[in-house]
């Protein structure tokens, strides 16, 4: 589905934040549950305004799975399996969330990287995780 | 109708002072282009769109971009009327644009991006809703005379 080229300039969008999963997928989240406050509705356990050390124990988690996902884009089916039957057993979060995540996440390397977020990068980033987003569903019934 | 606080008129009015409309506009429609290929359909007469630079550096898309822009510049003076300040927009593009309204959401996103990639920090999460919330509302508005 990726290209040898989207898939360099995925790798290349993930160099630049690896290392940085905590601070970033707590950034994620802020801003999931900030512009979008339906969604904060899968994550009770959070409670009402959640703090920043929830947000970041959580943001890392997400974060660490999409480098996972990084690591493997040409079998993400096998190395997303787990996370996959997780979401569609227990999670069981509405496929229409996913796009909301997926821009927010767009808007935390645009802010980041700024003019380094060229748009090649943010086609491929946005059609990796739009991949990520299918394999995460493909399981629900 | 689309309510906007005292907050978010605040946070839309003092960002959108210091956006480049002719910049901006044409790299969130370029970006749409390219990120989102198939709404390159509407865009036949512009000529080269066959590479991410073509499409970047392409005049008409620059132009058009900055319009599409500007008319956003007449949403946020607007805020509180907006149905009527696009209605005249909203026939044009159900009767002779013939646009899908899911393209005015992919729009959108695509402004609070670029954004992002211009103010950077100060695209603040709140700033991003306020954003949002508007390019949303503008989009209903552009859908509201569909028929």
């Known amino acids: ?141 | 109708m689309v309510h906007f606080t005292a907050e978010e008129k605040v946070a839309v009015v003092s960002l959108w002072a210091k956006v480049n409309v002719e910049l901006v506009g044409g790299e969130v429609l370029g970006r749409l282009l390219v990120v989102y290929p198939w709404t390159q359909r509407f865009f036949d007469s512009f000529g080269n769109l066959s590479s991410e630079s073509a499409i970047m550096g392409n005049p008409k898309v620059k132009a058009h971009g900055k319009k599409v822009l500007s008319s956003f510049g007449n949403a946020v003076k607007h805020m509180d009327d907006l149905k009527d300040t696009f209605a005249e927009l909203s026939e044009l593009h159900c009767d002779k644009l013939h646009v899908d309204p899911e393209n005015f959401k992919l729009l959108g996103n695509m402004i609070s991006i670029v954004l992002a990639t211009h103010f950077s920090k100060e695209f603040t999460p709140h700033m991003q809703a306020a954003w949002q919330k508007l390019t949303a509302a503008v989009a209903n508005a552009l859908a509201h005379k569909y028929h």
């Open chain 1, 1 to 141: 589905m990726l290209s040898a080229q989207e898939r360099a300039r995925v790798a290349q969008v993930w160099d630049l934040i690896a290392g940085h999963e905590a601070s970033f997928g707590a950034e994620l989240l802020l801003r999931l549950f900030t512009v979008y406050p339906s969604t904060k509705s899968y994550f009770k356990h959070l409670g009402f305004c959640p703090d920043e050390t929830q947000l970041l124990t959580h943001g890392q988690r997400m974060l660490e799975a999409v480098g996972v996902a990084v690591q493997h884009m040409d079998n993400l089916r096998a190395a997303l399996s787990p996370l996959a039957d997780l979401h569609a057993q227990v999670l069981r979060v509405d496929p229409s969330n996913f796009p909301l995540l997926i821009q927010c996440f767009q808007v935390v390397l645009a802010s980041h990287l700024q003019g380094e977020f060229t748009v090649e990068m943010q086609a491929a980033w946005d059609k990796f995780l739009t991949g990520v987003a299918v394999v995460l569903t493909e399981k629900y019934r």
